[in-house]
């Protein structure tokens, strides 16, 4: 297979080694249960991958640590000190770094592997080696914010990717898609006074973090209108998928004209998920990356990078993440969803009303963005 149609992959074991410790509270009466941020739910997609075949069908990318250096362009260095200090100490079992960010000693190290396996993805992507690339790592990334970790999240792993595709590849439009159930707050906050990166999140609404996420927030100064949020109603199914796809993200790419498309890449707006109210399927999630694919196509040499984030159905996420892989390697095996009829039977897949005036306040951002593109054009500005 020729590099053109090659779709690269990451992993790495030590990825399943990172550990949150058990969820479990004496004083409020909560029994040691297994943290929902667990290898299982990547493991199980990767065994997936290998028993259906397509694992043989995709090229293997050697992750490799990320440097101080690459991940200071989007953290703070007394933050990544701090971090490796804990993680450089065994004295206990767990640091407690930020909000629901707990190190283990060694947690350090993988987090670094974790950014510098996607930086090889992109360095793959970059040179055509493989023409796009699914990156299945833990920890996860996009809730980590420039100084703290939160939710599951050390390194900001798309963020840094983003940076790098800037500063070591020149390049001035780099377009981040994020359709994790929870707000990718880290990532936005990163880049909303950059108009060098189109940051998009589809995202339930006010369900973490509760804060951010409001289709009010598009960016500031020069990266005003670069920001697009479009935080959908608890109880959203495929119509409020394929209508916010279809009347602003793609809408935004297309107008954007990236070079490089990123996805966060996150299984947690599937119906079985227990951190959501979405209801998705495998079908919703391959929909999805077949249209950012076809941007790509477009506008980018096809260029497309995603990088796994949360999802904590151990059941569901292999059946949406192998849907997904398969859209993106245009690779069939012959496995079949179990799921796909139950949750496609499900009321209110249509889109509702008031998830409907959820769209139309994000199209109003949109309309923000294609001025501002028109400005750029216009005064032959290089960054868009």
């Known amino acids: 297979m020729s590099a053109e149609n090659t779709t690269g992959y990451v992993w ?21 249960v297994r943290h929902w941020e667990g290898p299982e739910t990547k493991r199980r997609l990767h065994n997936l991958l290998s028993a259906s075949g397509l694992l043989d069908e995709l090229q293997m990318i050697k992750p490799r640590p990320a440097t101080i250096e690459e991940v200071a362009r989007v953290h703070d260095l007394s933050y990544l000190k701090r971090m490796k200090a804990c993680s450089d100490d065994d004295s206990k079992g767990h640091h407690n770094l930020g909000h629901e960010a707990n190190l283990a000693p060694g947690g350090y190290d993988i987090a670094m592997l974790a950014a510098g396996g996607a930086l090889a993805a992109l360095k793959a992507v970059m040179e055509a080696s493989v023409r796009n690339a699914y990156v299945l790592v833990r920890p996860p990334g996009h809730h980590a914010e420039r100084d703290r970790p939160m939710g599951f999240c050390f390194i900001n792993n798309i963020a840094v990717v983003a940076a790098h595709a800037i500063q070591e590849y020149g390049l001035s439009r780099v377009a981040i898609v994020d359709w994790d159930v929870h707000h990718g707050n880290g990532t936005q906050h990163m880049f909303e006074e950059e108009d060098r990166v189109l940051f998009i999140s589809i995202h339930q609404d006010r369900l973490y973090p509760h804060d951010t996420g409001h289709v009010s927030e598009k960016g500031k100064g020069s990266g005003e209108g670069f ?16 209508a916010a796809f279809e009347r602003v993200v793609i809408p935004a790419l297309d107008a954007y004209e990236p070079e490089l498309i990123l996805v966060s890449c996150g299984f947690d707006a599937a119906y079985l998920d227990p951190l959501s109210h979405i209801m998705l399927s495998s079908e919703d999630f391959r929909f999805m990356m077949k249209e950012v694919k076809e941007v790509a196509r477009r506008h980018s040499k096809g260029r497309l990078i995603c990088l796994h984030e949360g999802g904590y159905s ?51 951002v949109l309309h923000v963005l294609l001025e501002r ?8 500005s290089t960054t868009v």
Do not use: R
């Open 314 to 364: 151990e059941l569901y996420v292999p059946f949406c993440g192998l849907a997904s892989i398969e859209e993106l390697s245009g690779i069939s095996t012959q496995v079949q969803d179990p799921c796909l009829s139950e949750v496609q039977s499900f009321g209110y897949h249509e889109l509702q009303l008031h998830q409907n005036s959820a769209i139309s306040q994000a199209e109003e």
């Open 227 to 242: 920001t697009i949020n479009i935080p959908l109603p608890p109880g959203s199914g495929s119509g409020a998928y394929k």
């Open 12 to 32: 790495h074991e030590l990825y399943m080694w990172h550990d949150q410790g058990p969820l479990a509270s004496v004083s409020s009466y909560l029994q040691p």
């Open 373 to 380: 593109v028109e400005q750029k054009h216009i005064t032959g």
